[in-house]
């Protein structure tokens, strides 16, 4: 990208490089340093394209030179980790926030554009062309894809921490497919959240991602049965919760909510810490965590706060309470698509003995989801629903 200056064309390259691969590793072998190799041979594809294109001699020679700068540079810099590293380069901050994670996502953390549209509640072709205009952008601008010095990191954190978060929850929840759970992206972000918080010891906010993310991930295991099936967080074993996370998320929850108002996360980490140390379902605080979620809403308002601020409110109030909350974000269009709008309705349908009207909403969340287990959960549910007295 460095020596390109445009992601497609740098994207290409290394598809180029992707294809000779498979083309000559099966007859030499496969390389001792692949990932080396790779990108030896994406720059050289960079290069003779720069050398076909070139309209000036001037440009051939700097990307010469930047070549030749680049192979056998040896950065250092406080951020270790090559991805991290990569994550608060693509976070620039000459791109709309929306951009800069988009793109991060897709480019660095290898989310598909599907994916990255169930996050941010939009039309799949609505990301796709939000990534077009940022790959242009950087094109037409010129914008240098560089590692920031030390002290523009900060300001390149809330990106980088969404990225994080926005990993780990597509494997908490996938998308779509056979399984409810992916679990290489759990530990993906996990590792993330970790590493900045290594990084960036004195922000509150890494260690509210961290503190949610272990609360979470400690509750992974028991999220499907061994057949892969869902399993509610009413009907978990909290005996098999990882109770060595759970102290950990704890220990970093006291140091996000130390300032005088607490962010994003350090709020979600604390509704999942109420959960975390409830010793049954009936035994949880549903009346903090839906006070938790009032003020959620005001610091990071969204149709998906809404949503989960229904449930808690139709656990601490009862169903009609937490349905009117449910009932004004209806019409939102960022729900349009999602099955989590009906699902929660028809739950709280069913608990208000309306059950004509919650099978109706169960049968429209189903047409919705896009992972057999939750579309497995949803038959059930609605099979009990439908059944004969």
Same mark, same amino acid.
């Given at each position: 990208?460095?020596?390109?200056? @445009? ?11 992707? =294809? ?6 099966? %007859? ?17 594809? +960079? ?18 030179? %930047? ?18 590293? &990569? ?10 926030? +929306?951009?800069? /994670?988009? &793109? ?16 941010? &509640? ?5 990301? $796709? ?30 990106? /980088? ?78 005996? $098999?919760? #990882? ?22 996360? %350090?709020?979600?980490? $604390?509704?999942?810490? !109420? ?31 809404? &949503?989960?601020?229904? /449930? ?12 009117? =909350?449910?009932?004004?974000?209806? #019409? ?5 698509? !999602? ?17 004509? @009207? ?10 919705? =989801? ?8 949803? #038959? ?10």
């Amino acid at each position: 990208m460095r020596l390109l200056g @445009d992601i497609a064309a740098a994207e290409d390259a290394v598809q180029e490089a992707y =294809v000779e691969a498979l083309r000559t590793w099966g %007859g030499r072998g496969v390389p001792a340093s692949p990932g080396a190799w790779i990108t030896t041979r994406a720059r050289n594809r +960079a290069l003779d394209r720069v050398r076909r294109e070139a309209s000036r001699p001037a440009r051939e020679q700097e990307a010469v030179r %930047g070549s030749a700068l680049d192979a056998d540079l040896v950065e250092v810099h406080p951020v270790p980790d090559d991805q991290l590293r &990569l994550m608060f380069t693509c976070c620039h901050p000459a791109l709309a926030p +929306a951009a800069q /994670v988009a &793109l991060t996502l897709r480019l660095v953390c290898g989310l598909r554009t599907a994916e990255i549209a169930r996050a941010f &509640l939009q039309p799949e072709a609505t990301v $796709a062309q939000r990534l077009s205009r940022a790959k242009a952008k950087i094109r037409t601008a010129a914008i240098p894809f560089r590692v920031p010095p030390a002290h523009l990191l900060p300001e390149r954190l809330p990106p /980088v921490l969404t990225c994080a978060y926005l990993v780990f929850t597509e494997g908490y929840a996938a998308t779509e497919g056979d399984a409810l759970v992916r679990d290489e992206l759990c530990v993906e972000g996990v590792r993330l959240a970790r590493l900045v918080v290594e990084l960036m010891p004195d922000e509150a906010e890494a260690h509210g991602l961290l503190a949610l993310v272990l609360a979470q991930d400690a509750r992974r295991p028991s999220r499907r049965t061994p057949t892969g099936d869902l399993v509610l967080l009413a009907d978990q074993d909290r005996g $098999a919760w #990882d109770q060595a996370r759970i102290d950990e998320s704890l220990e970093h929850l006291g140091r996000a909510l130390r300032p005088r108002r607490a962010g994003r996360y %350090g709020l979600e980490a $604390a509704m999942a810490a !109420s959960h975390s140390v409830a010793p049954t379902w009936a035994a949880t605080d549903w009346e903090r965590i839906a006070a938790l979620y009032a003020r959620l809403a005001a610091v990071a308002p969204s149709p998906v706060v809404e &949503l989960n601020r229904a /449930v808690a409110v139709g656990f601490a109030c009862g169903p009609a309470a937490g349905l009117a =909350v449910v009932d004004a974000a209806v #019409d939102d269009p960022q729900l349009a698509r !999602s099955h989590l709008l009906p699902a929660i309705r028809a739950d709280l349908l069913r608990r208000l003995g309306r059950t004509a @009207d919650a099978a109706e909403q169960y049968r429209t969340a189903r047409s919705r =989801v896009r992972t057999a287990p939750e579309r497995a959960f949803l #038959d059930r549910r609605l099979a009990e629903l439908t059944a004969e007295p």
